[in-house]
């Protein structure tokens, strides 16, 4: 009988070999990280292809299910491969041709790679070409499909036994597969930032005399959601290495397994964009998915950041300011649009005249930061200073007379006391210049999400939630730089493929991107 591995002490071993047996340790413990996601999606899928409640749920809903399990599945089969040290290896069996499988009406785009030199390594002379390998790959271009033909001639000296020269294949983010990294961008943006979940995509593809399968298109979205979360990570870093940044959630469906219906996660964003008083900082935006409001979650995504954080004055924020914060205490400015909202609320229901006083004065605030947008932060201090203080002062004291005079259960005493309750932020403002009056600016960045959740009616997993926050990370850091998404992420895919240095990250990041022309 065999007995078992006595640990290893690594204290006794030499440095150079202690360091080789940590690394094969801590790459042991990724992989098993991995293989029990990667078991644990499985079982996922396997539920809800079988399980009894999934037949429960309508045909468009289990699709939806199924879709973002598989993409999850291929992101963490595209991990465990890389993380084994290799290309993810084929199965045994029919070999994967594609060429001929594609229509014969798509048009096709002969790309012919020659070798770098034909000229007999004997010194014979020119080689002759004798021959030719091909290849299919499918591109799409948004609003045409078409096909990518490459050709690598062959070549061999008539004289001589010199052997064979040819140009090696080029590079691709999914080696043996069908998409060009172009196909894949495109079904990335349809989902993502066109609303089109997956099996749409399939049927409209169908409709072109193309069939590929739901799951197929999963595989690609899965596997180019892996190489972009290093980006999206990145992004994050730099929006977090600002002193100033908002935050905001919204609600983002998830199907909840086994249940046949939805449960509610969120989507939180993080953003920055300095461009109202000059800052040199790109825009961007990061979604992080989360399974709950908690405030726990927005300490999560904000560690390493400190500084001054705009919210709308949700109260899950709060824990933020505490002193034993391990990035130190966060200052938190609120939001005047809200407050002007829900007096707003007031006004159109019954026409409150104090409702309506308080709208006229908020408007003399909006007024001067409309006069001031784009000056620099200083300029902007000092104008703030010299008039919306005093506006602000006298707003303080109207409000306390009316809080003074209205029930406090009325609702416009609920309303009032909401803008008491969360002056000191809404005041912060008046403080620095590079502050907002409002947090419109992140509200902008989740319209788009909630149009994704709209017309996809919920994410198929949390799993799905986690790529739908990082995929729409890039496509909407892309709108705020005035970057197009498609061309940006075919960029960047073709990059990755090519095998872009992970040190020269920032080179990928949407406000650097600089596509060539197709």
């Known amino acids: 009988m065999s007995q078992p591995l006595k640990p290893i002490d690594l204290e006794r071993l030499p440095a150079d070999i202690r360091a080789s047996v940590e690394a094969l340790q801590a790459q042991v413990m990724a992989i098993s990280a991995a293989n029990a996601r990667l078991e644990y999606l499985v079982r996922e899928l396997r539920h809800a292809l079988y399980g009894k409640r999934s037949e429960k749920l309508s045909p468009d809903d289990r699709q939806l299910a199924?879709?973002?399990?598989?993409?999850?599945?291929?992101?963490?089969?595209?991990?465990?491969a890389r993380l084994k040290g290799d290309a993810p290896k084929r199965k045994?069996?029919?070999?994967?041709?594609?060429?001929g499988n594609l229509?014969?009406?798509?048009?096709?785009?002969?790309?012919?790679?020659?070798?770098?030199?034909t000229a007999c390594p004997c010194g014979c002379g020119e080689m002759e070409r004798i021959g030719e390998d091909r290849t299919e790959r499918l591109d799409i271009v948004p609003a045409q499909l078409r096909v990518i033909v490459t050709v690598r001639p062959k070549y061999a000296c008539p004289a001589c036994k010199g052997g064979v020269t040819q140009a090696k294949t080029p590079p691709h983010l999914i080696e043996g597969g069908l998409p060009t990294e172009g196909a894949i961008a495109h079904v990335l943006v349809s989902k993502y930032a066109?609303?089109?979940?997956?099996?749409?995509?399939?049927?409209?593809?169908?409709?072109?005399?193309?069939?590929?399968?739901?799951?197929?298109?999963?595989g690609w979205v899965g596997k180019a959601a892996f190489h972009l979360t290093p980006i999206v990570d990145r992004l994050a870093e730099h929006l977090k290495a600002s002193t100033k940044l908002f935050m905001d959630e919204t609600t983002a469906p998830v199907l909840a397994p086994g249940k046949g219906k939805t449960k509610t996660g969120y989507l939180w964003a993080l953003a920055r964009d300095d461009r109202p008083w000059g800052g040199e900082?790109?825009?961007?935006?990061?979604?992080?998915?989360?399974?709950?409001?908690?405030?726990?979650?927005?300490?999560?995504?904000?560690?390493?950041?400190?500084?001054?954080?705009?919210?709308?004055?949700?109260?899950?924020?709060?824990?933020?300011?505490?002193?034993?914060?391990?990035?130190?205490?966060?200052?938190?400015?609120?939001?005047?649009?809200?407050?002007?909202?829900?007096?707003?609320?007031?006004?159109?229901?019954?026409?409150?005249?104090?409702?309506?006083?308080?709208?006229?004065?908020?408007?003399?605030?909006?007024?001067?930061?409309?006069?001031?947008?784009?000056?620099?932060?200083?300029?902007?201090?000092?104008?703030?200073?010299?008039?919306?203080?005093p506006l602000m002062d006298a707003f303080g004291i109207w409000l306390k007379a009316q809080l003074a005079r209205v029930s406090g259960k009325s609702r416009l005493g609920e309303k009032l006391r909401y803008i008491h309750s969360h002056w000191d932020g809404l005041q912060v403002f008046l403080t620095d210049g590079r502050v907002e009056i409002d947090s419109n600016t992140v509200e902008r960045t989740i319209r788009p999400i909630a149009l994704n959740r709209k017309n996809a009616l919920f994410a198929g997993h949390d799993e799905g939630g986690r790529n739908w926050g990082r995929i729409a990370s890039l496509i909407e850091t892309c709108k705020l730089n005035g970057v197009e998404p498609f061309a940006y992420i075919k960029a960047t895919l073709e990059a990755i493929a090519a095998g872009h240095p992970a040190s020269q990250i920032d080179d990928l990041m949407p406000w650097a991107c600089k596509p060539a022309s197709s």
């Open 66 to 80: 199924f879709e973002d399990l598989e993409v999850a599945v291929a992101e963490a089969e595209e991990h465990q």
């Open 92 to 99: 045994a069996g029919k070999p994967r041709r594609n060429l």
């Open 103 to 117: 229509p014969e009406d798509l048009p096709r785009i002969e790309e012919i790679i020659e070798p770098d030199s």
């Open 194 to 218: 066109d609303h089109a979940p997956l099996y749409r995509q399939a049927q409209m593809l169908g409709r072109s005399g193309l069939q590929v399968d739901r799951s197929t298109l999963a």
């Open 281 to 389: 900082d790109p825009p961007g935006v990061v979604y992080f998915y989360a399974d709950g409001r908690g405030g726990k979650h927005a300490e999560e995504f904000l560690e390493g950041f400190n500084g001054i954080l705009q919210t709308d004055g949700y109260a899950g924020y709060n824990r933020l300011t505490r002193s034993t914060r391990t990035d130190g205490a966060l200052t938190l400015a609120f939001c005047w649009a809200h407050g002007r909202r829900k007096l707003k609320e007031i006004y159109d229901s019954d026409g409150s005249p104090i409702a309506a006083e308080g709208l006229r004065r908020i408007a003399e605030f909006y007024k001067i930061e409309a006069e001031i947008r784009g000056l620099p932060a200083n300029r902007r201090l000092a104008e703030r200073r010299a008039r919306t203080k």
